[in-house]
């Protein structure tokens, strides 16, 4: 359910070792700092939903950490996903007619869109998308790099956001890289995923 603060997170299992208020007060500071008070929505669920999401979505049968849903695409944003541009024009098809809460979520960030722009008067970017995270999948990486899950969870979370407000780390240059490597350390967070990667 949208919180009246802005951008929300639903669980689909609260587990004991996250703090859920610490997590949804993050998602209202990478909000407000990084997308420029645009909401966004967070489901953190399990491995089998992110791999059927990234396998409908991407084409990609395999578990994921974190992916991203924006509403609407800039026309001069270049698509996050990988693959041919009829594969990327089939995604976003589909994410507007299924998604991920069930049926999906794309239908929920299209209600929360919608309110937006009932509320404006037009559509003025109030809502961002949405993102999915794996708990088994942040789990396992908190453990592997000795940090806290919910650490983990925001280093995804920011990765995400990022996606949302247009960045590619495949095929911008290093710029994605750069800019979560200085929100990390603006946010107090440990090595993000692009950096991993590199490593």
Known sequence: MPSPEGSSVRFRR?????????IERFAR?????IAKGRAFDTLITGDAELRRLNRDFRG???????????????????????????TRRKT?????TRGMDGTG???????????????????DGAFLGDIAISLG????????????IEQEVRILMLHGVLHLCGQDHESDSGAMARAEKRWRAKLG???????RVRS
């Open 29 to 33: 500071t990478l909000q407000k700092e």
């Open 189 to 195: 967070l440990p090595n993000g995923l692009i950096e």
């Open 137 to 148: 999948r942040a789990r396992a990486q908190a453990r592997e790099f000795g940090h806290a």
């Open 92 to 96: 976003r098809r589909e994410a507007n």
């Open 60 to 86: 990609q049968d395999y578990a994921t950490d974190v992916l991203s849903f924006p509403v609407e695409p800039e026309p001069d944003r270049r698509p996050i996903r990988r693959g041919d541009a009829e």
């Open 14 to 22: 609260v587990p004991a070792s996250l703090r859920r208020a610490g």
């Open 105 to 123: 979520i794309a239908p929920y960030s299209r209600g929360r869109a919608e309110e937006a722009e009932n509320a404006s008067g037009g559509t």
